[in-house]
């Protein structure tokens, strides 16, 4: 009965946070898997205002459910993106034209099947230093384990990216 009430409540706040960040995409900064206690894997949401919440979701699992409630094809906006920007890997998903979540490696995997890739918006990057840490526009850090030329990669293809998606929402060639 207690493991029942655990899922229906992590379930609920779960549909709170996709409501969140479907109807107020600029207020989340970047979400990335953790270890809970006394549930096992889970994800921290970064929000405006050094807000942080933890949901009992993986964030691979979370950004699924993300891009099933998107209006259009998901799926084919990455391919499109892959396309123009000659990527195969951690492609940036574009959510709309106020979220695009770029991918990075957060933490070391403990196990196999362990989630280790988090998302940061891209709209709410301050700056990249030099060594490769994320500071966000709240002034915190993303946690980030990828070496300082792969960020910056990934940021400019973010940054090529928001011009296509805003090219491919507004139809201009």
């Known amino acids: 009965m207690a493991i029942r009430n655990r899922e229906k409540k992590a379930e609920k706040e779960v549909t709170s946070a996709l409501k969140m960040v479907r109807e107020r995409p600029l207020e989340v900064e ?6 809970l206690a006394g549930y096992g894997e889970g994800m921290k949401m970064l929000c405006r205002e050094d807000e942080e ?16 409630g998107c209006f259009y094809n998901i799926k084919m906006a990455q391919r499109y993106l892959s396309q123009q920007l000659q990527v195969t890997y951690r492609v940036p998903i574009p959510l709309g034209r106020e979220m695009i ?56 293809q973010a940054q090529l990216g928001a011009v296509l998606m805003r090219e491919y929402f507004e139809g201009k060639p």
């Open 101 to 156: 979540l770029v991918p990075f490696k957060t933490r070391s995997r403990r196990i196999q099947g362990d989630s280790m890739i988090g998302y940061v918006n891209w709209h709410r990057v301050e700056r990249v230093t030099s060594r490769g840490k994320i500071v966000l526009k709240s002034g915190r850090e993303f946690p980030c384990l990828n070496k300082g030329r792969t960020v910056r990669q990934r940021m400019v």
């Open 53 to 68: 919440k933890e949901y009992a979701i993986r964030a691979d699992r979370f950004t699924a459910c993300l891009t099933e």
């Open 30 to 35: 970047g979400f990335y898997p953790v270890q």
